[in-house]
C-alpha cells in the first residue's frame, strides 16, 4: 500500500496486486441514503497484510464486501492484477471469484450446519473445478493438515468442533480454490485469547509459506499492531491516516488515530497513558458532520474543519494523513 | 457431593471487616439427567469494600454463572449445589446468599446488590421508556411517589452524564446508542444506591472509544459512592485498567487470585501465565527490523464442564503438569500472602 499520491512514482507497481481508487458504497435505506464508504483508496502489496481498523460502522466490512462485489460498489475502481474488478461483467468475475476469497467473522454463522467439513471445502473446490476423485479427497484431506486440523475430521459437522475449530474450517474453504488475496473480517474477534493465538500463528504461517496477501479486518488495535505491514484508519467511512504499521504506530498524526490508540486497554496495570477521552457518540452515518467527519468528537478542531474535507497529506513514507491540523498539531505531541 | 449448611443466619466471625463478599468454594451445577454439568465448582473470591474485583476467564469458565449465583437469578435446571457466599449486608450482618430465602433475596437485589448483565436486554425492557424503567426500580424497594421517583430518575440519568436527561427519560432503549444504553443500565443498576453492583462484561459489546468513557465512568462512581465492584470480563486489558484485585477463572474454578499489580508482574498459575504470554505485544513479538516472532499459544484447549478432569483441570495443557497433578485437584495455596492460586507447583513459576 502507497500514498495516492505517489503511486506513479512508485518503482515498484509490479508488487501491487489490488489497487483500490476511489470506493464508494451508498445504501439507500428508509431514513434516507447511508453514505458507509466514501472515497477510499489505498494499494495492497503482493505478500503483504494490509489491516483496516475502526469502529462500528466505520464501513470496514462494506469496503471489504465490495471488493469481492459480495456487495455492488457505488463508484471508485479495484485493480487487481492489471484488471479493474468493478467494471467486469458478471461472468468474467466468475473467474477472480477464486483469486480472491473471504473469511467471516462468526465461526459460528459462517458455517451449514448441514454440511460435514469435507462437503463445505469439497463445495469450494468444486464450483471452480479444481479437482476430482482421488485427487479432490486428498486436496481435502491436505488442507485440514494445513489449517492444523486431522483428515478424520472430514467426516463431522461444524457443531462438533469449537470456534477456533470452525475459524480453521472457514480457512481452509477459503484455500481451497488458492486464492491469491483473503480478505479476512474479523477473523479472530468471536476467539477467545488463546485460541486467537493459535489462527494468528496460522495466518502467518499461511503469509509466509504461501505468499498469501491479505486485507484483515479488526477493530483490534494490539492485533493489528501485531500483525499488519500496511494499516488504514477509517471513521465514518473515510480514511483517516494510513501507512506503514509501524510508522503509525510509532508515529501516529490524526486525532482519531492518537485518540483510538490512547484509549485501547494494554495488559500492563503499571502503564499510565495520557488519557484522551473522545466525548460523544459517533455520529449517525445518515446525518454525517460537514468538512471532516470526525471533527464533532475532535479536540483539536477549529472552525475551518467544517468548512472542507481534508485531504490527504503525506507525512512520512507511505504514510499520509486527513487533517487540516497536521502540520500545526505535530508540534503539540510529545512522544 | 455435601451440600453447604442450610443456614440462612448471621455468620459475623467468617468475613474480616474489610470484605463485603465472599464466595467459598461456590458450586453450581446444571443438573440433566443423570449428567451434571459443573459450570462452578469450587469457586473461591473475596470482593473488599470499595474496590474492584475483575473476574477474568474465556468463554465457558463459569463468569456468568457466578455472577448469576450472587444474585441467585439462575435458569433452571441451574442450581447451587455447594459452598458458601458470604455477604456483608450494608447495617453489618453477614449473611449466606446461597441458602437465603427467596423473600429476603428479593429485598436484597437491587437494594443491597445489583447486576448489570452481559445480555443488554436482560435488564432493559424494550417496551418501556427508560424512565418508567428506573422509576419502578426505585419504587420497588422505598416509599416514594412518581413525581418524588421522576427526580430521582432524572438525577441517575445526570450522574452517567446523559445529556438531555429529560428527554432521555422518555425514550426507548431502542432509541439510544450502545453506549448510551449501557449508562442507562448502570443508572438503572446504581438507582437504589447498592453496596456492590456486578458486572458482566458491561463494556465488551463496546468500540474502544466508548469503552473508555464507561470505564472512566464506572472509577469515577466508585470514587463518589464508594461501591464495590464485581467485574466480569474477559480482556485482560480492561482489567489492568479498572481492577485493584483480580480473579482467574478456568473450567468453572477460580485458579488465582490477587491484588492487580502482583497478578501482571508475576503470575503464580500456569494458565495465567500462558494467558499472558499469548496476548500479542509488538513491542515484545517485533523485532527491530518490523519482523513477527510467533506467539506461543497455550496448546490443546479448554475442557467441557460434562467432563472435567479428576486432578487440576489444566493439567492436560499445563507445561509444568506431573502425574501428581492428574489424580489431585489443587487446592487454593498462598503463594504469598495476599496471592492464591491453585496450583501445586506454584513455587517453580
Ligand atoms: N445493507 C445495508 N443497508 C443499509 N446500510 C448498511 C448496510 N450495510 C451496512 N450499512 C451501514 O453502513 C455503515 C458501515 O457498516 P459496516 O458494516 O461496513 O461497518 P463495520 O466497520 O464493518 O462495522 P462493525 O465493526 O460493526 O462490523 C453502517 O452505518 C451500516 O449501518
Ligand atoms: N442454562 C444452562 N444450562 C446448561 N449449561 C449452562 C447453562 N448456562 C451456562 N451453562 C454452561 O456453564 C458453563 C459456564 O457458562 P458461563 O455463561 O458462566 O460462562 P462465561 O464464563 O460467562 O462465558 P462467556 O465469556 O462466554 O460469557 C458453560 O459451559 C455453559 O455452557
Ligand atoms: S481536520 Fe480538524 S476536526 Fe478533523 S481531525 Fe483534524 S483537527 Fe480534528
Ligand atoms: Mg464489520
Ligand atoms: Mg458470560
Known amino acids: 500500500m502507497t500514498d495516492t499520491t505517489q503511486t506513479t512514482q512508485q518503482p515498484d507497481a509490479a508488487d501491487i496486486l489490488l489497487s483500490v481508487r476511489g470506493l464508494s458504497k451508498q445504501f439507500s435505506t428508509g431514513s434516507g441514503p447511508v453514505k458507509a464508504v466514501e472515497d477510499i483508496s489505498f494499494d495492497v502489496r503482493r505478500g503483504q497484510i494490509v489491516g483496516i481498523v475502526g469502529e462500528s460502522g466505520s464501513g470496514k466490512t462494506t469496503a471489504g464486501r465490495c471488493l469481492l462485489r459480495l456487495v455492488e460498489p457505488s463508484s471508485g475502481e479495484a485493480i487487481f492484477d492489471g484488471v479493474d474488478l468493478f467494471s467486469l461483467p458478471e461472468k468474467a468475475l466468475r473467474a477472480y471469484r477464486r483469486r480472491l476469497q473471504i473469511i467471516f467473522q462468526d465461526p459460528y454463522s459462517s458455517l451449514n450446519p448441514r454440511m460435514r467439513v469435507r ?35 472430514a467426516r463431522r459437522y461444524p457443531n462438533e468442533f469449537s470456534g477456533g475449530q ?22 479472530v474477534s468471536a476467539l477467545d485469547v488463546s485460541v486467537q493465538a493459535q489462527v494468528l500463528n496460522l495466518i502467518q504461517e499461511l503469509q509466509r509459506e504461501l505468499g498469501l496477501t491479505m486485507i484483515f479486518i479488526s477493530h483490534d488495535l494490539t492485533v493489528v499492531e501485531y500483525l499488519c505491514d500496511e494499516i488504514v484508519v477509517l471513521y465514518l467511512g ?16 490524526h486525532p482519531y488515530t492518537r485518540a483510538l490508540l490512547a484509549t485501547a486497554p494494554v495488559p500492563d496495570p ?5 488519557r484522551v477521552i473522545l466525548q460523544g457518540d459517533i455520529p449517525s452515518p445518515l446525518n454525517p458532520p460537514s468538512g471532516c467527519v470526525f471533527r464533532t468528537r475532535c479536540p483539536h478542531a477549529i472552525a475551518a474543519c467544517a468548512e472542507t474535507v481534508p485531504t490527504r497529506e503525506t507525512v512520512g513514507s507511505g504514510h499520509s494523513v486527513a487533517c487540516i491540523r497536521q502540520a500545526e498539531l505535530v508540534e503539540t505531541y510529545q512522544d | ?36 454439568a459443573k459450570s462452578v465448582d469450587g469457586v473461591t473470591l ?53 441458602t437465603l430465602s427467596d423473600k429476603r433475596m428479593r429485598a436484597i437485589r437491587g437494594k443491597e446488590i445489583a447486576m448489570i448483565f452481559q445480555e443488554p436486554m436482560t435488564s432493559l425492557n424494550p417496551l418501556y421508556t427508560v424512565g418508567d424503567q428506573i422509576m419502578e426500580m426505585i419504587r420497588l424497594h422505598e416509599p416514594v411517589d412518581r413525581h418524588e421517583a421522576r427526580t430521582r430518575a432524572r438525577r441517575m440519568l445526570e450522574l452517567v452524564e446523559i445529556p438531555a436527561p429529560d428527554k432521555r427519560l422518555d425514550q426507548y432503549p431502542h432509541e439510544m446508542s450502545g453506549g448510551m444504553r449501557q449508562r442507562v443500565m448502570i443508572a438503572l443498576a446504581l438507582a437504589c444506591n447498592p453496596a456492590l453492583l456486578i458486572a458482566d462484561e458491561p463494556t465488551t459489546a463496546l468500540d474502544v472509544t466508548i469503552q473508555a468513557q464507561i470505564l472512566d465512568l464506572m472509577r469515577r462512581l466508585q470514587r463518589e459512592i464508594g461501591m464495590s465492584i464485581l467485574f466480569v470480563t474477559h480482556n485482560l486489558g480492561v482489567v489492568a485498567e479498572i481492577a485493584h484485585e483480580v480473579a482467574v477463572m478456568y473450567a468453572g474454578r477460580v485458579v488465582e487470585q490477587a491484588p ?34 510467533m506467539l506461543n499459544p497455550i496448546p490443546g484447549s479448554v475442557p467441557s464442564v460434562l467432563a472435567l478432569p479428576a486432578g487440576c483441570a489444566f493439567a492436560p495443557r499445563c507445561p509444568l503438569a506431573e502425574p501428581h497433578c492428574e489424580t489431585a485437584p489443587p487446592e487454593l495455596l498462598n503463594a504469598s500472602p495476599e496471592h492464591l492460586t491453585r496450583c501445586w507447583r506454584h513455587e517453580l513459576l
Open chain 1, 119 to 153: 462437503d463445505i471445502i469439497g463445495e469450494a473446490i468444486d464450483t471452480h473445478g479444481l479437482a476430482k476423485g482421488a485427487a479432490r479427497q486428498a486436496r481435502i484431506e491436505e488442507l485440514l493438515t494445513r489449517v492444523g486440523l486431522s483428515p478424520e475430521h
Open chain 2, 260 to 293: 492487580v499489580h502482583d497478578l501482571f508482574a508475576r503470575p503464580r498459575h500456569p494458565y495465567t501465565k500462558g494467558l499472558l504470554a499469548c496476548i500479542p505485544d509488538a513491542k515484545r513479538d517485533r523485532a527491530d527490523d518490523g519482523t513477527r516472532k
Open chain 1, 238 to 253: 473515510r480514511i483517516m491516516e494510513q501507512g506503514p504499521a509501524r510508522s503509525v504506530y510509532a508515529n501516529p498524526r
Open chain 1, 270 to 274: 503499571t502503564v499510565r497513558r495520557e
Open chain 2, 46 to 98: 473475596t470482593v473488599r469494600r470499595g474496590q474492584t474485583l475483575a473476574v477474568v476467564g474465556e468463554s465457558g469458565s463459569g463468569k456468568s454463572v457466578t455472577s448469576l449465583s450472587i444474585m441467585r437469578l439462575l435458569a433452571h435446571p441451574g442450581r447451587i449445589v455447594g459452598g458458601r457466599l458470604l455477604y456483608r449486608m450494608r447495617d453489618g450482618g453477614v449473611v449466606d446468599l446461597a
Open chain 1, 166 to 187: 470452525r475459524q480453521r474450517v472457514g480457512i481452509a474453504r477459503a484455500l481451497a480454490v488458492e486464492p491469491e488475496l483473503i480478505i479476512a473480517d474479523e477473523p
Open chain 2, 1 to 36: 457431593m455435601a451440600m453447604s449448611t442450610p443456614n440462612a443466619g448471621n455468620h459475623p466471625d467468617a468475613l474480616a471487616d474489610d470484605i463485603v463478599l465472599r464466595a467459598d468454594n461456590l458450586r453450581t451445577h446444571f443438573i440433566m439427567g443423570a449428567r451434571a
